[in-house]
């Protein structure tokens, strides 16, 4: 079955760690999207790439850092520089001629630091 | 600036008792408004993709519309297994960049 699959579902932190939020998808999407969804505030955008080895900042990159070295894969890494990590972070994809047929999300990561 | 709200941000309705909810856009050149279904601890999943006002789409107790400044999510007879969180998204033109609100958070009692 097509899709996007994150792992792990659920992390913990310690203060001052890097972590790295896995994100896969055999959708065939060029497009992929990294969101993070806090109580009340929506999804916000981290950052998102519209084709391998290029990528873009969102609305609130700072202290995040991703790659996008196979068209299958976006990883999401939380750096230590990130004050308030404690969120649920969402994946998504889409087509990146087709943006306007909408994006499909993984489950989610749910990052806690402890 | 686009910009998606949604209200109310809570509802709480008895079985059976239909209801909609709002979703007010400002985006330059709409490519498509996105409404999806949440439930707790999980991804949001697709629901309906409207592209043009006067566009109506349906799918079960679930009808969504859409005007050039809105859209809205009619809930018909609902039944508790449609509690979750509804979100409103939309993509303007020239960007790869969804938009969304905060969402409505609907609560069906039995």
């Known amino acids: 079955d097509g899709g996007i699959t994150q792992s792990p579902k659920y992390l913990f932190r310690k203060e001052g760690q890097n972590v790295t939020l896995s994100c896969e998808q055999n959708?065939?999407?060029?497009?992929m999207y990294w969101y993070r969804q806090d109580p009340g505030q929506g999804l916000r955008l981290i950052y998102y790439?519209?084709?391998?080895?290029?990528?873009q900042k969102g609305d609130i990159a700072e202290g995040y850092s991703v790659s996008r070295e196979k068209k299958e894969s976006f990883p999401l890494t939380v750096t230590s520089a990130q004050k308030n990590p404690t969120a649920f972070y969402l994946c998504?994809?889409?087509?990146?001629?087709?943006?306007?047929?909408?994006?499909?999300f993984g489950q989610g990561t749910r990052l806690t630091v402890v | 600036e686009d910009q998606v709200t949604q209200s109310p941000e809570a509802l709480r309705l008895q079985e059976g008792e239909s209801s909609s909810l709002n979703c007010s856009y400002t985006?330059?050149?709409?490519?498509?408004l996105f409404w999806y279904r949440q439930d707790p601890g999980k991804g949001p999943e697709f629901l309906f993709t409207?592209?043009?006002a006067g566009e109506e789409k349906e799918k079960e107790r679930l009808k969504a519309t859409l005007t050039k400044k809105e859209s809205f999510l009619h809930i018909t007879a609902p039944k508790p297994e449609d509690s979750a969180t509804y979100l409103c998204?939309?993509?303007?033109?020239?960007?790869?960049?969804?938009?969304f609100g905060t969402g409505t958070r609907l609560k069906v009692l039995a």
């Open positions: 998504a994809s889409s087509p990146r001629q087709g943006a306007e047929l909408g994006a499909f």
């Open positions: 959708l065939n999407h060029d497009a």
């Open positions: 790439s519209q084709i391998v080895n290029d990528f």
């Open positions: 985006v330059s050149g709409l490519r498509g």
């Open positions: 409207l592209y043009s």
């Open positions: 998204a939309v993509i303007g033109s020239g960007t790869y960049k969804y938009i």
